[in-house]
C-alpha cells in the first residue's frame, strides 16, 4: 500500500535559519512520482516540485532544495535562509505509476518562521 | 496553477441543504481530481474524471456525494443533504494526461455547514 509520511507535525524558527522538512513514503511500485507542495494561509496549494523514481538527483530552485534518496524512501525539502513568507503547511506526496488517479499525501507539516 | 478555477471560493449551507462546487480546468485539460482536505489534515482523493466519465470514485462516500465532468462546462461537485462533518476545503486539480505528469490545483472551496 502507498503511504507518505510526514512526521514533523510543527516547526518553528527564527528567519534566516535553514529549515529541513522530513518526508518518507512507502510503495511497491518500482516507477512512481514524488511532490511537494505549499499551502500558505491564504489556502490555496502551490505546487512546488515533482520527482520521478528514476531521477535520484538533489534539486535546487533558489532557496528551495529537495534530497530523495531511495535507498531510505526519503525525499526531505530544506529551505535555506528561510524567510517569513515561507510560513506555511507544506505537503508531500506520492502517485504510483500504474494508479494513474489520484495522488497520496502526508498531513503536511505546518512551517512557522518567526520574525 | 491560477489557471484551475474553482467557484464558489466560501459556500455556507445549512443542514439538508445541497452544495454544488466548480471546478473549470486549465485550457487544454481533460482530467479532473476532486480532493477533500478536512480542518489540520492533508488531501484526500476523492473522485478522478475525464470528460463525460468518471474514472475513479473510489474516494467518494458512498451517498449524498456525486461528480459529473460534461462535454461541456465545467465539473461539479454534488453533496446532498449536507451534514456538518461535510464542511472542509475542497480542491480541484487538473491535468492534460496522467496525473503523473502535472496535477495543478484550484484555489479550493471552502464549505461551511451550519
Known amino acids: 500500500a502507498q503511504k507518505v509520511t510526514q512526521a514533523q507535525t510543527e516547526i518553528s524558527v527564527v528567519e534566516k535559519e535553514d529549515v529541513t522538512l522530513d518526508c518518507v513514503y512507502e510503495?511497491?511500485?518500482?516507477?512512481?512520482?514524488l511532490f511537494w507542495y505549499k499551502q500558505p494561509p491564504s489556502g490555496e496549494l502551490v505546487f512546488l516540485i515533482r520527482?520521478?523514481?528514476?531521477?535520484?538527483q538533489n534539486e535546487i530552485s533558489g532557496r528551495y532544495s529537495w534530497n530523495f534518496q531511495k535507498s531510505t524512501s526519503s525525499f526531505n525539502f530544506t529551505i535555506t535562509a528561510s524567510q517569513v513568507v515561507d510560513s506555511a503547511v507544506y505537503f508531500c506526496?506520492?502517485?504510483?505509476?500504474?494508479?494513474?488517479?489520484?495522488?497520496?499525501f502526508g498531513k503536511g507539516t505546518r512551517l512557522h518562521i518567526l520574525p | 496553477n491560477a489557471g484551475v478555477m474553482q467557484n464558489p471560493r466560501h459556500l455556507v449551507r445549512r443542514r439538508g441543504q445541497e452544495a454544488r462546487l466548480r471546478c473549470s480546468p486549465m485550457?487544454?485539460?481533460?482530467?479532473v481530481y476532486w480532493y477533500r482536505q478536512l480542518p489540520e489534515e492533508g488531501l484526500k482523493f476523492m473522485v478522478y474524471?475525464?470528460?463525460?466519465?468518471?474514472?475513479?470514485e473510489s474516494g467518494m462516500p458512498k451517498e449524498r456525494f456525486s461528480a459529473e465532468f460534461p462535454k461541456e462546462g465545467p465539473s461539479i461537485l454534488r453533496i446532498q443533504q449536507v451534514v456538518r462533518g461535510d464542511s472542509a476545503a475542497y480542491f480541484c486539480?487538473?491535468?492534460?494526461?496522467?496525473?503523473?505528469?502535472?496535477?495543478?490545483f484550484g484555489q479550493g472551496t471552502r464549505l461551511t455547514v451550519v
Open positions: 486539480a487538473s491535468s492534460p494526461n496522467r496525473v503523473n505528469t502535472e496535477a495543478f
Open positions: 510503495t511497491r511500485d518500482t516507477t512512481y512520482y
Open positions: 520527482r520521478n523514481s528514476f531521477d535520484e
Open positions: 506526496a506520492l502517485s504510483e505509476s500504474n494508479r494513474d488517479d489520484k495522488i497520496i
Open positions: 485550457k487544454g485539460h481533460s482530467h
Open positions: 474524471l475525464q470528460k463525460e466519465n468518471i474514472i475513479d
